[in-house]
């Protein structure tokens, strides 16, 4: 009899350990799903949020802005150059060119940076075939190609190599010119001291000459003497 009971309650134990064993795996199974599910949503939010309208919008002005700038440096300097200055000027004139330089390198490499940025939007929404919101950047996407190539054209660095070389010239003409100036200038000084030097000698009174005693008539002499 013991051993019946026994059995029974083997019998009975057996169906609730399998039943909360299969609860829990359906637990964790439930868990993982739904952390996956869950992932895959955050993750499709974080890639789909850059490409806000807005994010496009300050992306576009940033780009105008570089443009803006990157010109009007180059306009400065075209203005500069026909204007006529010193030496000094010319030499200070080139420095602040140099820097300008740099300062247009620097907003070119921003506005590289930004087409790109607009490029790689552009490509995730071709994936997530987001036609409405693909177009849009395409279309924004084209209007920063163009910025970057007008910049190009109009100011690129090229350009502005060639006016600082312009300009590097023209201060290493104006040397020469003043340096030549200045040696007819000791010239001329030298040729008007000689002049200065020949007219005092010219104008300076001769001492007069010593009278010179008559030479004694030596035949008159002996003619006397014999007519004695």
């Avoid at 203005?79 to 300008?100: D, F, G, H, T, Y």
């Avoid at 084209?142 to 010239?169: P, R």
Wanted: net charge negative.
């Amino acid at each position: 009899m013991p051993k019946a009971l026994k059995r029974i309650k083997l019998m009975l134990l057996f169906p609730c350990m399998c039943s909360v064993a299969f609860y829990m795996g359906a637990q964790i199974v439930t868990h993982t799903e739904a952390a996956f599910v869950t992932e895959q949503k955050v993750q499709g939010s974080i890639a789909a949020a850059p490409v806000f309208p807005k994010t496009i919008y300050k992306l576009k002005q940033a780009a105008k802005q570089h443009e803006k700038v990157i010109l009007q440096v180059y306009e400065n300097m075209k203005k500069e150059v026909e204007e006529e200055a010193s030496i000094e000027v010319l030499e200070n004139r080139l420095v602040s060119w140099k820097e300008q330089r740099e300062k247009v390198a620097f907003e070119r490499e921003l506005l590289q940076k930004i087409y790109i940025e607009m490029e790689g939007y552009y490509h995730q929404l071709q994936e997530s075939h987001s036609q409405e919101q693909l177009q849009s950047v395409k279309e924004n996407l084209n209007v920063i190609n163009m910025i970057c190539k007008n910049v190009d054209k109009e100011a690129g660095i090229q350009k502005i190599d060639e006016e600082i070389q312009t300009l590097q010239k023209r201060v290493g003409a104006e040397k020469e010119k003043k340096l030549h100036e200045q040696a007819k200038e000791i010239e001329k000084q030298e040729a008007k001291q000689v002049t200065d030097t020949e007219l005092t000698v010219t104008e300076q009174p001769s001492h007069p000459k010593e009278e010179q005693q008559p030479k004694p008539d030596v035949d008159s002499h002996l003619k006397e003497e014999i007519r004695k």
